[in-house]
């Protein structure tokens, strides 16, 4: 099965976004909170973890789904939408969070008749 995410074209971006902020890959890792040996790992074509990737894409404002092949993008489902939407609210405590998830899935249940 081909790779899915497109971790030269990940690279690449990365690098467009250093070239025009002008700075190092050391820099990058440092802005981005991850360790230089990341960068140095995706750069030989080893894909990034999750955390890694998540770190970059806040740092450079990119969007994981660009750098995804091998098909169409699903959407996600409304629960999953609702679900990330309340775990990100910072207003929100994580148990917070999870009793409104919890609500939110008991009456989408319900009223989907499922």
């Known amino acids: ?3 899915r995410f497109d971790n030269e074209a990940f690279y690449a971006a990365l690098n ?3 070239l025009s902020r002008q700075l190092t890959w050391k820099d990058v890792a440092e802005q981005a909170g ?3 040996s990341t960068l140095t790992r995706i750069g030989q074509g080893k894909r ?3 955390d890694g990737l998540a770190a970059l894409l806040q740092w450079s404002g990119l969007k994981a789904e660009t750098f995804i ?3 169409e993008i699903a ?3 409304p629960l999953a939408r609702v679900t990330a939407l309340l775990r990100a609210d910072p207003n ?3 148990e917070n969070a999870k009793v409104l998830e919890d609500i939110v899935a008991a009456t989408y249940s319900r009223l989907r008749g499922t």
């Open 34 to 36: 991850i360790s230089a």
């Open 92 to 94: 929100l405590s994580p």
């Open 75 to 77: 959407e996600a489902e």
């Open 1 to 3: 099965m081909a790779e």
């Open 48 to 50: 990034p973890d999750i």
């Open 16 to 18: 467009a976004t250093r």
């Open 69 to 71: 092949r091998d098909g």
